[in-house]
């Protein structure tokens, strides 16, 4: 933005755009300079970069709404019954064991080693 002085003095001393902008910039880079600030405040932005949503950004989004869906679609679905556990099975075997010819060889079982006089 051109300042008052450039204003008054166009009338007088006619000079191109391209002048009074050199002439800011370097008025700006010799305050910036004076008062010891960096080169680049971040006050202008570049016009040409789009300042849209990318893809990253529209990601996000898509997983919001597939989140917020299913969520939706769940929450007036009664919760599923709790099917309970079958208790432990209580299971005899019966083992067999064979010598080298593949005849039995017999075991006792547990009732058999239970006598009355041996509890």
């Not at 050199?22 to 305050?31: P, T």
């Not at 997983?63 to 599923?80: D, I, V, Y």
Request: avoid cysteine; charged fraction near 30%.
């Amino acid at each position: 933005m051109p300042r008052q002085e450039h204003e008054d003095h166009n009338k007088y001393f006619p000079r191109t755009k391209a002048r009074y902008e050199r002439d800011d910039k370097l008025y700006e880079e010799a305050m910036r300079k004076g008062l010891d600030l960096p080169e680049e405040m971040g006050f202008n932005q570049n016009l040409r970069q789009s300042s849209g949503m990318g893809w990253k950004e529209l990601a996000v989004i898509g997983a919001m709404l597939l989140g917020g869906t299913a969520l939706w679609s769940s929450a007036g679905k009664a919760p599923a019954p709790v099917v309970p556990l079958p208790g432990p099975v209580d299971s005899e075997y019966e083992i067999r064991f064979f010598d080298a010819d593949g005849n039995p060889i017999h075991v006792p079982s547990e009732a058999e080693f239970k006598r009355p006089d041996n509890p």
